[in-house]
């Protein structure tokens, strides 16, 4: 299991374009918002700066995340999963890799966004909840991790990147990365707190204001992490 999680580190950041795209979408996004456009009084636009930071850093982590998916589903299409199957590496071996590694890739984007805020965003922070935020938001994408691995290996080729991008879009929204929740109406908002989007989001903004997470994040996001790598551990052993 070691080896193979070496393998997947290497073969993450080999991938430059991928990296690019993790870094570059979230960050043209926030400064769209935070630069371009003008959605909040001047009085709120520091407040306003450091929330959206949290929100895109936690929205790109999360593209890249579920989009271990796609590779997958490319890796079943060459016989890469027929070739596993013949290893020692058990399932739940496999999808510990593929969550660590995916987790692991997503961190530059993290820190290239959290870097635009303190560069051209202006936000000021205690030093302290810089590494802090990394983290937090770092831990909170470990779901959507699990969700790509079970995409990858229920849908192949071109379906899963349609249905992950689907899925990707309607968890960020409900989330409130792009909105925040309060301007939902109440039912959505009701739906929204069990959300692991917002729930990952919740990490860094409660970071914000200098407070711990809430035991209902820690617990939500907790859930979902082990719901998704069950169904991505069965998956996996279907597809074989």
């Given at each position: 299991?070691?080896?193979?999680l ?5 073969r993450?950041f080999r991938?430059?374009?991928g990296?690019v795209?993790?870094?570059?979408f ?11 456009l ?12 450091a929330a ?6 936690t929205y790109?982590?999360?593209g890249?995340a579920?989009?271990?998916g796609?590779?997958i ?6 016989g ?13 071996g496999?999808v510990?890799?593929k969550?660590?590694?995916?987790a692991t890739?997503v961190l ?5 966004v ?12 205690p ?10 938001i ?6 959507f991790?699990?969700?790509g ?11 899963a990147?349609l249905?992950?991008?689907a899925v ?6 409900l989330?409130?990365l792009?909105l925040?929740?309060q ?5 959505m908002?009701?739906?929204?707190e069990?959300?692991?989007?917002y729930?990952a989001?919740?990490?860094g ?6 407070e711990?997470?809430?035991g ?11 719901l998704?790598?069950?169904?991505a551990?069965?998956?996996?052993r279907r597809?074989?």
């Open positions: 299991m070691r080896s193979y070496s393998l997947e580190l290497r993450g991938n430059p374009a990296l795209l993790l870094t570059g979230p960050v043209a996004l926030y400064l769209l918002w935070t630069k371009v003008n959605v909040v009084p001047q009085e709120q636009q520091g407040d306003f700066a959206t930071m949290v929100s895109m850093a790109g982590s999360m890249g579920l989009f271990i796609g590779a589903a490319l890796e079943r299409g060459k890469w999963a027929r070739q596993l199957a013949v290893t020692p590496l058990p399932a739940h496999y510990v890799a969550l660590v590694s995916g890739g530059p984007s993290i820190v290239v959290l870097a635009a805020g303190a560069l051209f965003a202006g936000v000021r922070l030093l302290w909840t810089w590494p802090a935020l990394v983290v937090l770092w831990l909170g994408v470990m779901p991790a699990a969700l691995i079970a995409f990858g290996y229920t849908l192949k080729g071109q379906a990147n249905a992950m991008m990707y879009f309607g968890l960020s929204v989330g409130g792009w925040p929740i301007l939902m109406p109440e039912g908002r009701v739906l929204a069990y959300s692991p989007a729930q989001g919740s990490l903004w409660r970071a914000l204001e200098g711990w997470p809430t209902t994040a820690v617990g939500v996001l907790a859930a979902w992490t082990l998704f790598a069950a169904l551990v069965w998956r996996y597809a074989l």
